[in-house]
């Protein structure tokens, strides 16, 4: 079964809101200069996730790719490869995330400078939420984080 796009959606505001989210960098020039700290924190977790998915697929990091052309906007990177990637590789960045959003809120500078609006444990529960809502069912059952 495939990840439907309101779904893979519904896993992008729970990244907004467990890690930040920066939705494209010309909307958000005044804000980066502003607040350059808060972006460089979000930007830094979204392009962990990145480099790991870079190693696992075999992409390298010049490489030029149509899910890695936004390499300023490391948010914008991983949102249109989630949003086009096949299940298997969807589930790989959901995983990928998830474990990213439990390691950087153990982090008191990231905690400090992003301020998230969702903890690492609520944002699991809202996933597993949205799991069921759209039917998803792995073979042992719904998905555990």
């Known amino acids: 079964m495939d990840l439907p796009i309101e779904f893979r959606n519904q896993v992008i505001?729970?990244?907004?809101?467990?890690?930040?989210?920066?939705?494209?960098?010309?909307?958000?020039?005044?804000?980066?200069?502003?607040?350059?700290?808060?972006?460089?924190?979000i930007n830094a977790q979204y392009a962990r996730v990145n480099d790991v998915l870079r190693e696992e697929l075999g992409y390298m990091r010049d490489e030029?790719?149509?899910?890695?052309?936004?390499?300023?906007?490391?948010?914008?990177?991983?949102?249109?490869?989630?949003?086009?990637?096949?299940?298997?590789?969807?589930l790989d960045v959901i995983e990928l995330t998830f474990e990213t959003i439990f390691q950087a809120q153990r982090d008191s500078q990231f905690m400090s400078y992003v301020q998230p609006k969702l903890k690492a444990s609520d944002a699991v529960v809202k996933l597993n939420v949205?799991?069921?809502?759209?039917?998803?069912?792995?073979?042992s059952g719904y998905p555990k984080m």
């Open 130 to 139: 949205r799991f069921r809502e759209a039917s998803y069912l792995l073979d």
């Open 64 to 90: 030029l790719s149509p899910f890695w052309s936004f390499r300023e906007n490391a948010c914008l990177t991983l949102r249109t490869f989630f949003c086009k990637a096949d299940t298997d590789n969807a």
């Open 13 to 41: 505001h729970i990244w907004k809101d467990a890690i930040g989210y920066r939705e494209n960098h010309i909307s958000n020039k005044l804000l980066d200069t502003q607040f350059p700290e808060r972006f460089n924190f």
